[in-house]
């Protein structure tokens, strides 16, 4: 199996639709199974707050701040990121549907058993994030960085990983039989474990 199965969309039990939350700071709120529909987030600075089992369609989270917040089990769907920051956040289980990443930059977290599938992700940033069991096919990320990014178990079939930092990175599941990896930017002990998933018998000479 090349891809992970597709999760439905939690059920919602409330809506904001066509707000404006134009740089707002929320702080330790709670949200649970909210639709936000066509909400402008654009420079919100987030700090702790909780979304659960929430689904976002047409939201532009352009220039947000998101810190030690956590989106669980939650659905994007056509959602805009430009210049977003998320630090030390909890997106487990959460899904990215037709949504577009440009300069989009995380530093730590859990992003574990997250749904990118065909994401266009050439401009974003992962630093010593968690991505166990990620689903991450046919991902365009040419160029993109996974620096110290824990990929364990993750689903990486198809996806372009060309001149893509990958220094640091878990790469004990990948297999670069059917991941792009030209011009890849990895370390010493990598391309060992690379060059044994490969078949090749690496020794000193």
């Known amino acids: 199996m090349s891809r992970r199965p597709e999760r439905s969309a939690p059920p919602t039990e409330a809506e904001v639709r066509d707000e404006d939350w134009y740089g707002r700071t929320l702080s330790a709120e709670t949200h649970t199974r909210v639709a936000f529909v066509d909400v402008d987030l654009t420079e919100v600075v987030d ?3 909780v979304f659960d089992g929430c689904v976002f369609r047409g939201v532009r989270f352009n220039a947000s701040r998101h810190t030690d917040a956590a989106f669980l089990n939650c659905t994007f769907r056509a959602c805009t990121f430009f210049d977003t920051s998320f ?30 599938a065909g994401a266009d992700l050439r401009h974003v940033r992962l630093e010593g ?77």
């Open 47 to 49: 700090d702790s707050c």
């Open 87 to 116: 630090v030390r956040c909890k997106l487990v289980g959460s899904t990215f549907d037709r949504c577009t990443f440009s300069s989009l930059t995380v530093t730590g977290g859990d992003w574990s058993f997250v749904g990118l």
């Open 129 to 205: 994030a968690r991505m166990r069991e990620a689903d991450l096919t046919d991902v365009r990320g040419e160029g993109m960085a996974l620096r110290d990014v824990d990929l364990t178990g993750a689903w990486l079939h198809g996806t372009d990983l060309s001149r893509a930092d990958l220094r640091g990175a878990d790469l004990s599941t990948l297999d670069p039989r059917t991941v792009k990896l030209a011009g890849a930017v990895i370390g010493v002990e990598q391309a060992v474990a690379l060059a044994g998933a490969l078949g090749l018998d690496v020794r000193p000479e």
